[in-house]
């Protein structure tokens, strides 16, 4: 029995603008951590091989220091590797892996595979078909090969590929880097090990992508994870089970206020927010100034605790209740302003408005809370 | 709001508790000396109402001296119909309780009830400064500050909307305008104050986000020529890796060898060629010289033929040369005996001629030789005649000099003889006969007369003597005179030899008479012998030689021969001789010419003798037949090689051409070339692989991807923060926009009834003035009638007398203005209006006294006499004082 642990697109220096600059550095170091973690598993799991399936790296001129960090989070599995270049960190004439190979930074159990041929692991007794991308984009079938290529009967077939399968995306969409579909058994595989889709997903019996293992982005999909694949024997389907990998989880979510309740299970939400989220929030809906100042603190109070919040409150609206107002004591000409911004609210400025009354009643809270602290003295 | 009694006990100038009572609604007119405590009065009621009773900075109401004090202020007043009692005292015992109708406060409560009422703040901390007096501050005027009128409205402005927020059926805000500031200095964080362009973070946000992007570009630029790099390595490698393969310049290199050895052959060839050539060449020199040879023996027979035929032609010309001597030589002899002919007969005309003219001469010579002894002759008596005369005229000359003095002399003595007379002593008598009598010794007798002219002595015999001296002293003189010139004339006749002027005259005229003879004999002898009698006989001397020559002349001529009168004359003779003579020189040189030409003919016929002699030597010579017979041998074989040779040479030459070496030379170059380029362009293209993949490492080494993903995060974060930034500035924008302008709108309602009470006072200062109330609701510019026109003027510019004046004015306006809304009033004035004159004091009274109908005014002054006229009883202080005591 063949036990592999199939991982993919690691995307190493990959930098979160999105976010503030201490939460984006904590991110991008996640990238290392997670490495680190798929080699502990691999240990844990006592996997004869590591599949990645291309995209190690975010970029091709990484600085060296990099290759090396990368190098040192494998080191805790010391089986064998095997590494394809993705588009990301495509073969060319000078890449990241002619980079690192003068750096000597991978030692002998990672084998990188820059030429579409045979690696043979007699040790193992498996063969992987290796399909590194030579290029950035290709509209060639790099899998095309695999078929053709004679392998000893007794050894495991195992393609490593980066791409889009065809058939699957719709049409409009511009996939280059083509595998074809049915490769797998076309090409006599017991299993094919794809990378390029973040998430997780099966194609068929013996194909699958495995997704990063950190999750980069807010879209949902069954990223986070590697996959822990059994192959029984020659011929026989392989059993495929996920393993968590990602150390952060990337939701997003679009809030609508519209009765109080509302904004009172928003706000549970929000508080809910943990050490290892990363939060994108969009809400709409009309809220007053009580609850928008209850919202914002909510919000500040999950930036302090969540790994990133991106907040979106620009659909809300601002609707100050006649309690608003008295609490404010805005009287006179003040109340006036306000009457026209929450009426500005629904013209062509409407977002300076809302943002104008906001401003006004955080200054208007301000001094009322400071005259009853002065009061309270 | 009404005032009834003050209570002030131990505050600065009372230390005694002192009590004013009665106070009146309307006008209050307190007046004291300096030190009265005047201010002190005002300063208590400001210090119930504004100070904290548990503030500590209020030391300074303790009287001098007195550190336990706690001053203390009562005051009753009555607001809005309700009775107030206020007791406060501070520092040794904090106290403050107010009664209000049936309501009690105390503390802080009744303070801030108070404040509210009244509209003013108390201080957060310290002691209450200007700032926060609101619209007490207003109404109760400092001494010296009623002409401050703007800082005391600002700090009064949002107690005044509130205040008058009823009466203008409005909302006014009460801190509007602290919002407002603090809107307006957040948005000036944010853009400048003017202009708006960003400043501050959001500025320093997109110079960075500028900046970011700058570098991003710079390094996209690196990264595209790093990625062309990689491409072009891949591609540069593929090429290498086929030529490697293949080797293209081997089989270039072989066809180079092939065609190197084609050309090798045909140079062969070409050599052979070129000897033969070379061969052919020398053949031909040796046809040419043959040739030469034989031509030279051609010549030579030409030549002894063609100098046969020049010594005839030389012959001939002598013969006729020699005949045309002989006949000139016999031309010369008849032309030189003719020209001897010609010659003696002109000498012989010559020598006649001078025959003649000599006796011609001699004639001539001997007439004017007899005229010349003549003349001279006449000449010689006459200057004998001349000399006679001369010495004639030498003996009668008397110079004309003493002529003149003698004339002079003789005038002078009778024209003294005259004065004399005049002068004398006129003497007649007439004596008896016989009488006589002696004057001077003279003896006298008759009658007659005399003239004395000195002292006479006349003896009258048998009488006496009379002794008669004239008169006058000068006839002495004069007959002195007369003595002297008398002898001085008798001296010079004596020296002239003569007795008498008048012989002398004579003399004189003799004298001039021989001159005049004397000139005409010298005229006679001039024409006689104009050059004087030695040269005339001179030149008598000369022509009797010349007579003597001629004769001897004529002697020494030859005879004359016969038939003298047929000779021809001297000129026929000349033009004969001449004409032979020219004849004769034509002739000789024509001689000349034939002799040089036959001798040239004559030398002639020698050289074409010698030439033709020389000639016939060279065809004489014994080896000559045998050497023409060789040289014709040789040419026909040197002929017969050429024609061998031109055959080989065509052979040759139609090889070479075929075979086109220029065209292998060529082939050699070009695969060679090509090889080569081939060569170098593999060589360069394993350089540029070597450069490139260096410079390729570095550039990966660098991890510009790396760095632009952190500078694209850098991008997006400033971006962010541009976006957050500029949502704020704009909503602040907007906001403070808004609040502005609904200030202006709320300031510009309050405007207008406050005008209106401003002008009912300004009417009674200065009809038909004007003054405006500017959004601040501060007094603007003023405008009043000036008699001729009308004029305006910023409030600041007006005289410090006519602000205090405006400045009371506008504050008795507001008064009006807040009676109106139903809220109290109550005026302080300490010592106010100092600074106007009369005429303006009389009608501010009239001011005062009409807003005294509406307000209770407390009027404090040190100058009772200035308002006596106010209508109401002045109050001195003192009095209270001792009605406390």
């Known amino acids: 029995m063949l036990k592999l642990l199939h991982t993919a697109d690691w995307q190493i220096g990959k930098l979160f603008g999105q976010f503030a600059p201490d939460e984006a550095a904590l991110l991008a170091e996640a990238r290392f951590k997670t490495v680190e973690r798929l080699a502990a598993l691999a240990t844990q799991h006592h996997v004869d091989l590591v599949l990645v399936a291309g995209d190690v790296f975010e970029t091709q001129t990484v600085a060296g220091r990099t290759i090396h960090r990368l190098a040192n989070a494998m080191a805790g599995f010391a089986g064998p590797w095997v590494l394809i270049p993705g588009n990301h960190d495509a073969s060319l004439a000078e890449s990241v892996w002619t980079h690192a190979a003068r750096l000597k930074a991978f030692p002998a159990n990672v084998h990188i595979c820059l030429q579409p041929q045979p690696l043979l692991l007699e040790s193992i007794g498996a063969v992987v078909l290796p399909a590194p991308l030579t290029q950035r984009h290709t509209y060639a079938d790099l899998t095309e090969w695999f078929a053709t290529a004679d392998t000893p009967p007794a050894m495991a077939r195992i393609g490593l590929a980066h791409g889009c399968v065809q058939g699957i995306l719709a049409e409009e969409i511009d996939s280059p880097n083509p595998i074809a579909a049915g490769r797998a058994e076309q090409a006599r595989l017991d299993y094919l090990a794809l990378g390029d889709w973040h998430g997780a997903r099966q194609i068929d019996a013996r194909t699958w992508y495995s997704g990063t293992p950190e999750t980069d982005r807010f879209k949902r999909n069954d990223s986070g994870q590697a996959l822990l694949v059994e192959l029984a024997g020659p011929g026989q389907a392989p059993s495929v089970q996920a393993l968590a990998s990602g150390h952060y989880r990337w939701h997003s979510y679009s809030l609508t206020l519209q009765v109080p309740s509302d904004l009172d299970q928003a706000l549970q939400q929000i508080a809910g927010f943990g050490a290892t989220d990363v939060v994108q929030v969009s809400v709409s809906g009309r809220i007053d100034l009580a609850g928008h100042r209850a919202l914002h603190d909510a919000l500040e109070q999950a930036r302090g605790k969540a790994r990133g919040v991106l907040a979106d409150l620009s659909a809300l609206q601002l609707d100050p209740t006649p309690q608003d107002i008295d609490a404010l004591k805005a009287d006179g000409y003040l109340g006036d302003v306000i009457d026209d911004l929450r009426a500005a609210q629904e013209g062509p400025d409407a977002q300076t408005a809302r943002d104008a009354l906001s401003l006004l009643a955080g200054v208007l809270n301000d001094r009322r809370a400071g005259a009853e602290t002065d009061s309270a003295r | ?885």
């Open chain 2, 1 to 885: 709001m009404r005032l009834s009694r003050i209570r002030i006990e131990r505050l600065k100038q009372f230390r005694e508790p002192i009590e004013i009572q009665d106070l009146q609604p309307g006008l209050n007119l307190f007046t004291g000396a300096n030190e009265a405590g005047k201010s002190t009065v005002v300063t208590a009621i400001r210090a119930a109402f504004f100070e904290r009773y548990r503030s500590g900075s209020v030391e300074d109401l303790r009287p001098w001296g007195d550190s336990s004090a706690s001053p203390t202020v009562e005051l009753e007043f009555a607001i809005a119909g309700t009775h107030h009692t206020l007791m406060k005292s501070f520092l040794g015992k904090k106290r403050c309780e107010l009664q209000a109708g049936t309501q009690r406060f105390d503390g802080a409560d009744a303070e801030d009830h108070l404040a509210s009422l009244l509209g003013f703040q108390h201080a957060a901390k310290g002691a209450s400064k200007a700032e926060h007096w609101g619209i007490p501050g207003l109404l109760w005027i400092a001494q010296g500050t009623a002409h401050d009128i703007k800082d005391s409205v600002a700090h009064a402005t949002d107690h005044l909307r509130t205040a008058l927020k009823d009466s203008l059926g409005e909302v006014a805000s009460s801190s509007g305008d602290q919002v407002l500031a603090a809107i307006e200095g957040s948005r000036n964080e944010l853009l400048t104050a003017t202009t708006g362009v960003p400043r501050g973070p959001y500025g320093e946000a997109i110079k960075l986000q500028a900046q970011l992007e700058q570098e991003i570009e710079r390094l996209d630029a690196h990264i595209a020529a790093y990625r062309q790099n990689v491409d072009t390595l891949a591609a540069l490698r593929q090429e290498q890796a086929t030529d490697e393969a293949q080797k293209p310049w081997e089989s270039l290199r072989e066809q180079e060898r092939a065609a190197v050895t084609a050309l090798q052959e045909i140079e062969h060839i070409e050599l052979t060629l070129d000897a033969q050539r070379q061969r052919l060449k020398q053949v031909e020199e040796r046809i040419v010289l043959f040739r030469e040879q034989l031509e030279a023996f051609a010549r030579q027979d030409q030549e002894v033929a063609r100098r046969i035929g020049a010594l005839e032609t030389a012959q001939a010309e002598h013969s006729g040369a020699q005949t045309l001597v002989g006949s000139w030589q016999s031309n010369h002899e008849q032309a030189t005996r003719h020209a001897e002919t010609a010659r003696g007969q002109l000498r012989l005309a010559r020598q006649e001629d001078t025959r003649r003219n000599h006796a011609r001469e001699l004639e001539v010579l001997q007439s004017q030789a007899a005229s010349f002894a003549d003349t001279l002759a006449n000449a010689e008596s006459e200057r004998a005649a001349l000399l006679e005369l001369q010495a004639l005229a030498a003996a009668s000359a008397v110079a004309h000099e003493d002529i003149d003095t003698l004339r002079r002399q003789d005038q002078q003595l009778r024209e003294l003889r005259i004065q004399q007379q005049a002068a004398a002593t006129r003497l007649h008598f007439a004596l008896d006969d016989g009488c006589h009598m002696q004057i001077a010794g003279e003896s006298i007798n008759g009658a007659g007369e005399r003239l004395l002219v000195q002292s006479t002595t006349i003896i009258l015999p048998d009488f006496g003597k009379l002794e008669i001296s004239p008169g006058g002293a000068d006839l002495a003189q004069l007959k002195q005179q007369e003595i002297e010139l008398s002898d001085r004339h008798t001296a010079l006749l004596q020296r002239l030899g003569l007795p008498s002027l008048e012989a002398a005259e004579q003399r004189h005229q003799t004298h001039a008479r021989q001159q005049s003879d004397i000139k005409a004999a010298n005229a006679t002898l001039k024409t006689l012998a104009p050059r004087g009698i030695e040269a005339l006989r001179a030149e008598l001397a000369v022509k009797r030689v010349r007579i003597d020559e001629i004769r001897q002349a004529l002697q020494q001529l030859p005879p004359s021969p016969d038939g003298v009168a047929a000779q021809p004359t001297v000129a026929q003779a000349e033009a004969a001789e001449d004409d032979a003579r020219q004849a004769l020189a034509g002739v000789n040189e024509s001689l000349g010419s034939a002799q040089i030409a036959a001798s040239k003919a004559h030398n002639a016929l020698q050289a074409a003798m010698r030439e033709l002699e020389n000639a016939q030597a060279l065809i004489n010579a014994p080896d000559r037949v045998q050497r023409l017979a060789s040289a014709n041998a040789s040419l026909t074989d040197a002929r017969a090689e050429q024609a061998a040779l031109n055959e080989r040479i065509a052979t040759l030459s139609a090889q070479v051409a075929e075979a086109r070496p220029d065209i292998l030379k060529q082939d050699v170059e070009r695969f060679g070339g090509s090889a080569k380029q081939y060569e170098k362009s593999f060589n360069d293209r394993r350089e540029r692989l070597m450069q490139l993949d260096a410079a390729l490492q570095s550039a990966g080494a660098q991890g510009l991807e790396e760095r632009r993903a952190e500078l694209m995060r850098d991008h997006l974060q400033a971006e962010r923060r541009i976006v957050e930034l500029k949502r704020r500035a704009l909503a602040l924008d907007y906001l403070l926009n808004l609040l502005r302008e609904k200030r202006r709108a709320l300031t510009r309602r309050l405007q207008a009834p406050l005008q209106k009470h401003l002008n009912r006072y300004l009417q009674l200062l200065f009809p038909q003035a004007r003054l405006e109330i500017d959004e601040n609701l501060s007094p603007g510019p003023l405008t009043r009638g000036n008699g001729h026109g009308t004029e305006s003027g910023a409030f600041e510019t007006l005289s410090f007398g006519a602000r205090e004046q405006m400045g009371v004015i506008s504050r008795l306006a507001y008064a009006d203005l807040l009676r109106e809304a139903g809220r109290p009033t109550l005026i302080i004035l300490d010592d106010a209006l100092v600074h106007s004159d009369d005429t303006r004091l009389t009608q501010m009274k009239r001011v005062l006294f009409d807003a005294a109908t509406r307000h209770q005014i407390l009027l404090f002054t040190c100058h009772p006499g200035r308002w006596r006229d106010l209508g109401v009883a002045a109050r001195p202080l003192e009095t209270f004082k001792t009605l406390a005591a």
